[in-house]
């Protein structure tokens, strides 16, 4: 192993291989850090092969990891960034960072379709099992929007840590906070229905309504200078989260999310907004223990 890295206080972590798209990641994390006060921590693992890896091989790594390093610093030159290049899988270094992290940042440039098995590999087991939020970096990511962070609102305590980090998020960043609520209702047959079918239709909207209102009423008082605004659609979770994300510095979803948002752990919805998005994604834990804020922080 080649170290530089001391493993203290809430850093935030990028997961680098031998590809050059890392890069794209490298960067954001380091402005994630930069953002937060954060030290960032750069980790590599090779992979666990049959064969010894040669210690040639190691050095060449450990020697593109420093590049991703300085790469980090030219971004954040005050930024304190540490390196370490192990032998692991990449899955079970990175879950095992995530103990002591404030933020896992990954690649997602090679998450298309022809290569999905780099997502089930790594990301999908990172995002499934890390103890602190994920952010995928997707290949066609715009990393330079100034439009608002975006977040996926359900109607279940799920959901509250992803719009506890998305306004610390928003507030952090001076942009606006866009909500969005997705469901799925079937229109019944009007010989079914009881009472006038678009009064029915329009008590459906109102109890979703609501919903938002009541998730986010706390934290608009919390983040005052956030200014919030919302959608509510009646249609898909997944593809309506993408066609939000245009133009979004970030997107945050819940990794446990039911209710508007059904099944997001890599889900059909967690898994198309991570192949789709043109945003970095955020996958936020569920547990209450993981209830810290972007930076280490509890909101």
């Known amino acids: 192993m080649s170290t530089t890295e001391t493993r203290s206080g809430h850093a935030v972590v990028v997961g680098v291989d031998s590809g050059q798209s890392t890069g794209r990641a490298v960067e954001e994390a380091a402005a994630h850090a930069r953002r937060w006060g954060s030290p960032l921590r750069v980790m590599h693992a ?23 390093r300085q790469r980090a610093l030219r971004v954040a030159p005050d930024l304190t960034v540490t390196a370490v290049t192990e032998v692991d899988d990449p899955a079970a270094m990175l879950v095992e960072a995530s103990h002591d992290a404030s933020m896992l940042v990954l690649d997602g440039g090679r998450l298309g379709q022809a290569e999905a098995l780099l997502l089930g590999a790594t990301a999908d087991k990172v995002m ?54 997705s469901w799925w209702w079937d229109e019944a047959n009007a010989a ?7 009064e029915a239709r329009e008590r459906v909207v109102e109890s979703h309504r609501l919903i938002v ?6 934290y608009r008082d919390e983040y005052p200078d956030v200014k919030v605004s919302e959608s509510l659609v009646h249609g898909i ?13 970030l997107l945050v979803v819940g990794r446990r999310g ?7 752990l890599l889900g059909s919805v967690g898994a198309h907004v991570v192949h789709h998005a043109h945003c970095p994604v955020v996958v936020v834990p569920s547990t209450p223990a993981d209830r810290r804020g972007a930076g280490g922080e509890t909101p």
Do not use: N, Y
Request: proline residues 8%.
């Open 192 to 198: 079914f229905t009881r009472g006038d079918p678009d």
């Open 258 to 264: 039911r209710g508007g948002f059904p099944g997001l």
């Open 213 to 218: 209102a009541e998730m986010l009423a706390g």
């Open 46 to 68: 090779t992979g666990l092969t049959i064969v010894p890896w040669t210690d040639e091989h190691l050095l060449r790594l450990a020697s593109h990891t420093e590049k991703c």
């Open 237 to 249: 979770a997944g593809p309506t989260l993408v066609q939000e994300s245009r133009g979004a510095q």
């Open 128 to 181: 499934a099992h890390a103890e602190c939020p994920v952010m995928i970096v997707p290949l066609g990511a715009d990393l330079s929007a100034t439009g608002p962070v975006v977040v996926g609102v359900d109607a279940h305590e799920h959901s509250a840590p992803a719009v506890a980090l998305a306004f610390a998020e928003a507030s952090k960043r001076e942009v606006p906070l866009h909500a969005v609520h």
